[in-house]
C-alpha cells in the first residue's frame, strides 16, 4: 500500500513539466518553476498530514473550508491555497489527484495549457 506521500507524488509528477523539491523541508511540487503542491506531515508540529494545493480565489478557499472543515484546512504561510487531509482510511484519492491537477493549471504557464495541459 503507498504512504499517503507517495500518493501526492505520483499525481503531481504525472503532470507535464513538473519537479519536485524540498522547499521549507518539505516535499515541494512545481511546474515550470512555480509551486503548486506542497505534502505536509506534522508541520511544525500541528499532528497534520496534508497536501496543499492551491485554489482560484480566497473566495474559493472560504467555501472550501465552510462546505468540509474535515477534509479543507488553512495552510500556514500560504495564503489563498487550502490544505486537503490526508489521514485516515476515508481519503478520497481521485479527489485529491484532481485537486493537484486543478493545481497545476493554475501554475502552469500558458504554452503548457496551449499544449493541452494534462
Known sequence: ??????????????LPDTSERLSHGQPTFFVAGKQ????R????????TVVC???????????????DPHTYSKPAYLSSWISI??????????????????SWELAAP???LEAGGR
Open 1 to 14: 500500500m503507498s504512504s499517503p506521500l507517495q500518493k501526492v507524488r505520483e499525481a503531481a509528477l504525472e
Open 36 to 39: 503548486f503542491a506542497q505534502f
Open 41 to 48: 506531515s506534522n508541520h511544525h508540529g500541528d499532528g497534520k
Open 53 to 67: 494545493v492551491r485554489t482560484s480565489s480566497i473566495d474559493e478557499q472560504a467555501m472550501l473550508l465552510e462546505a
Open 85 to 102: 487531509n490526508l489521514a485516515g482510511d476515508g481519503v478520497d484519492w481521485d479527489h485529491v489527484t484532481d485537486r493537484i491537477a486543478e
Open 110 to 112: 500558458r504554452r503548457l
